[in-house]
Structures are given as C-alpha cells and as structure tokens.
C-alpha cells in the first residue's frame, strides 16, 4: 500500500520528490506502527488524546493541538531552516563550510553517533508503555503520551537521517532500531540508562528530570556538528525536549507540593507518618533522585576520552552553545578531573581539553539539574521544614568512567564495597520504597482530579484549564 506523503508524514525535506527516501520509508514506515502496537504504550491506542503535532518548522506550525488517535499521530520529519552561511563552527577545520553529505572518513563514526542517539528514542517509550494505567490524572495522561509520541518522532528523525545519508547500512541500523529492546537479555538498548525499568509515576517524572536533560545536552552538542543536516536535525528537536523536561520538573514540584501539605496537616515530618498519609516521604524522593541522576550521569561517557576528542578535532560533535566559548580549537589547556587515586582516595588529573569534552558537558549539565533543587528546596524551607534535596556527588553510584564500579557515599568520599551495601538501602531505592511508591499509583480518570500523592498542575497544556479532558477515555 503506498503512502500519500503530503498528509501522513508532514516533512520539509521535499520526501514527495525522493523516491529514494519514500521507498525506504515505505518499508520502514508500517514496521515503526508494528513497534508501536507491540512496544508503545499499552491500550488507549484507540483514546483520543489532545495532542500537538509538528506540521511545519515555523512558530505557528510546530505546535499544533488537537485530539488524536497515537496510531494515527502525524510522525513528520524536519529540520530547522537552513543557513546558507554556516561555517564549521570547532575543531580542526574551523571556519571551514559544513558538510552536506558525509565525509567517507567520518561515515561509520557519524552513523554509530546517530544511532546511539536514536536508539535512546523508542527506548524510552518501551520504558513508559505500562504508565498509562496509573495516571495521576488525564493531564498527567496526556503529557506521558504527548512525550510518547514525541520521542517516536525523534526517532523519525534519526532514522530519516539513516535513510537519506547511510543508502544500505543506514536502512539496516534503522531497521535494528525497532529491534533492540529496553531490558532485553538478548538484545538490549545501547546506553545503561535505557534499560533500566520505569513503572511508576515518580521514576517517571525524575527520567524526565534528569535523563532528558541529558538529552538536551547531547542534542545541543550535536546540533554544533558540522554535518549541517544532522545540526538541524537537532536543534529542531530541541523545541520539543523542552516539553519533556518540564514535565519532569513540574511533576517533582507537585511532589514535593502535596508532600508539604501532608506534612503541614501532621504537623510532622516523619517519613512513616507522611506515608501513611499516602504521600510520597523526601527521603524516599530523594533515594530516587540519587538513582537517575546518578545513572544520566554515566550518559556523557568517560571523563577522559579520546572518542569525545576525536569528535571535536574533526567537526563531528561540539559543545553545546559553542558560540559562547572564545577558543574554538581547545588545542591548549586541561580541565582538572577528580579520579580515584587506586588507593582509596582521590586524584586530580590534568586532562586535555579536547579529551575533557565529556566532563566537561557533565559539569553544565550538573549546574542545570541543580536549578530544580534550589526551586524545591524554597519551597521546602517557606513550609518551615528542615529538609533538603541535594544532588549526590558525580562519584556516586557510576557504572561508566574513572569512578565506574569505584563505591563511593553520596558526597563523593570513597568507601569499602562493604560499607556501601550496608547503606545501599539508605542510599538508593529499596525493594520495599518501590513498592510502597507503586502502590499510590492509580488511574484518576475525572478530568480536573489528581491523584493523592501529587498536587494539581498549576496551569494546563495550550492554555486550556488544568480541569480541561485532555484525554477522552470512551
Ligand atoms: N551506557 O569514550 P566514552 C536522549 C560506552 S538522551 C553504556 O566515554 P563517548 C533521550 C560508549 O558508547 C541522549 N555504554 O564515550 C533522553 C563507548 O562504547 P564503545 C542520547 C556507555 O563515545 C530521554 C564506551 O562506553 N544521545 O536523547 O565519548 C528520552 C567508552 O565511552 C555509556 C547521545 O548519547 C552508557 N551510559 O561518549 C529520550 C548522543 N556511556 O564505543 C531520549 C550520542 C558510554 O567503546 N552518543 N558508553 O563500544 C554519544 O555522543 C556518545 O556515544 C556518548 C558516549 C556520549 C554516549
């Protein structure tokens, strides 16, 4: 059956006269709706969710809302305006004009980029596909699926890349793409993070927290590269991972707001109390946060790499808003990295800049997760409470890097394996956290409701009311 490309797949890479691009996607397109009936969310696959759907670049095209069926959700392709004068921005060939094709030499080295990044997209929608079912609200609903659907389109876009740049091999990634899967044993998603398991509604928020801030970390550095179609690419996708961290942020927020409420009722902050209560206690929150910081940390690799140093010598992937930095060819200098000594201290090794890009993009990335804790804990401290969120050191709990596999406390001092299993339930959540967070979870299905556990959203989706019925259940 073929494809009418104008209204299905809205795109502004002229798919209607590639030939090329539409018989690739004529055999990938009904294997992507396979994935997403087998691997998507489960059920509401026939719930018409209030939606905004990307039909153009432009301000008034990217955000169109209405009520869709997900099967029948528009997954368009595009990429940001072009600049007919975009220089090489970094690296060796600074100044140089950007690449419109791939360079040979670059051509496995681009693809396996790519494909790392798309292969954290449909990853992440396997890791949702049960949420639906406890849904703090038909808001909540409407945002998982809204990031759902969104990430189906970044993978869209990965995979358009595969397709018009990569001919065979590029078709054959694209293809092992939906055959990866979160969690498998046999065939599992590339990076760590991707398979770790998100059932409920507070792992959730912290993904979203803190995992796709990562993604706007890595898309903001690959939206530097000098393979032009690959930057635009990103940087349009940058405006709709926007959404997605926000709706982690303000998740936690309502958290943490509800949590207070209960606290001020009680008049106590007893972590038992506050849980029979059927709120969500700091301690616990803050066992969470420890979990997905610390393993969205191990997404920008080692903090010594020659890989990252070979990105940024040739032009393949830069630091996000390279603009703002004077020395676009950090040839010069070192970027002190803590590591561990070997003898149960620490470090500081000299890395060369080049090479220090990963620790480098972390430390950003490290200053931006803060913001959301000094926002909390303000909120914390007007309610009268003694209790802060922190962030647990970078040394914390990492699998990937000079303190992969090194136990540390959540400061960062290095301590026996023993000593960290002892306090690993102190530190981390535990079997019976987990359960005690899975069993707050309910679908709450009258619009303008939310769960107990969690405060109302202080304003709803396209100015619409919170109470608006973002997802029409019959
Ligand atoms: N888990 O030299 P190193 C997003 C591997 S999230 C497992 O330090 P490099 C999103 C690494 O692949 C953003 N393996 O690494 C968020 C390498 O393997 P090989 C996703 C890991 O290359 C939410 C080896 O360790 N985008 O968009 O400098 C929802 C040595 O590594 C991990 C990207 O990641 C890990 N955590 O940097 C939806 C951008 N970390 O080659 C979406 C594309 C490292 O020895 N990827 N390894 O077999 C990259 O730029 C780089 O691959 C990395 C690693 C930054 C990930």
New binding site residues.
């Given amino acids: 059956m073929g494809i009418d490309y104008q209204s299905r797949i809205p795109n502004n890479v002229s798919l209607d006269s590639n030939k090329t691009l539409q018989r690739a996607l004529e055999h990938w397109q009904p294997a992507f709706l396979n994935w997403w009936s087998e691997m998507g969310p489960t059920d509401f696959q026939a719930t018409d969710v209030y939606l905004r759907t990307a039909t153009s670049v432009d301000t008034k095209g990217w955000a169109t809302y209405g009520y869709v069926r997900m099967p029948e959700y528009r997954w368009g392709i595009f990429l940001a305006e072009p600049d007919a004068d975009r220089r090489v921005g970094f690296g060796d060939d600074y100044g140089k004009d950007v690449w419109q094709q791939v360079p040979g030499e670059f051509r496995s080295v681009l693809r ?3 494909v ?2 798309g ?3 449909p ?2 929608v396997e890791q949702q596909r049960m949420l639906g079912h406890t849904a703090p609200s038909l808001f909540d609903l409407r945002n998982l699926f809204q ?1 759902n659907v969104e ?1 189906g389109r ?1 993978l869209w876009a990965m995979v358009y890349l595969l397709h018009a740049y990569f001919g065979r091999d590029g078709r054959e990634e694209a293809e092992q793409l939906l055959a990866r899967h979160s969690g498998s044993v046999d065939n599992p998603r ?5 398979n770790e398991p998100i059932t409920d509604w507070l792992s959730f928020f912290m ?2 927290y803190f ?2 801030r ?2 706007k ?3 903001k ?2 939206a530097e590269s000098s393979f032009d179609p690959l930057a635009r690419t990103c940087t349009f996708m940058l405006t709709e ?1 926007a959404h ?1 961290m926000a709706v982690g942020e303000t998740g936690i927020g309502r958290i943490v707001r509800r949590t207070l409420e209960v606290m001020k009722e009680l008049n106590s902050d007893d972590p038992d109390a506050i849980k029979r209560a059927g709120a969500i206690d700091f301690q616990t929150l803050q066992r969470y946060l420890n979990f997905w910081f610390s ?1 969205s940390l ?6 010594s ?4 140093a070979s ?1 940024f010598a040739t032009g393949i ?1 830069g630091r996000p808003d390279e603009a703002k930095y004077a020395d676009h060819l950090a040839i010069d200098g070192t970027y002190d990295v803590a590591v561990p000594d070997g003898r149960g201290g620490v470090k500081i090794e000299h890395v060369p800049m080049r090479n220090a ?2 620790e480098a993009v972390r430390a950003s990335y490290v200053k931006d997760c803060e913001r959301g804790m000094v926002r909390w804990n303000r909120a914390i401290e007007t309610a009268g409470f003694d209790v802060r969120l922190t962030l647990p050191s970078t040394r914390f709990r990492r ?3 000079a303190w992969g596999g090194v136990p540390t406390d959540p400061a960062g001092t290095p301590i026996s394996q023993a000593e960290f299993e002892a306090n690993r339930e102190r530190w981390l959540p535990s079997e019976s956290d987990r359960a005690f967070v899975r069993s707050l979870m309910q679908l709450v299905t009258e619009p303008g409701k939310v769960a107990g556990w969690i405060a109302q959203p202080d304003r709803g989706i396209n100015k619409q009311s919170p109470d608006y019925e973002y997802v029409r259940l019959n």
């Fill in positions: 396996r980029l790519i790392t990044q292969d954290t997209e990853a992440s990031v990430e970044h590339i990076l760590g993070t991707f993904f979203t995992t796709d990562d993604g970390y890595q898309l550095s690959l991972e997605h393993s191990d997404l920008f690799g080692a903090e790499s020659s890989n990252a990105y992937k890009m990963n699998a990937i890097g």
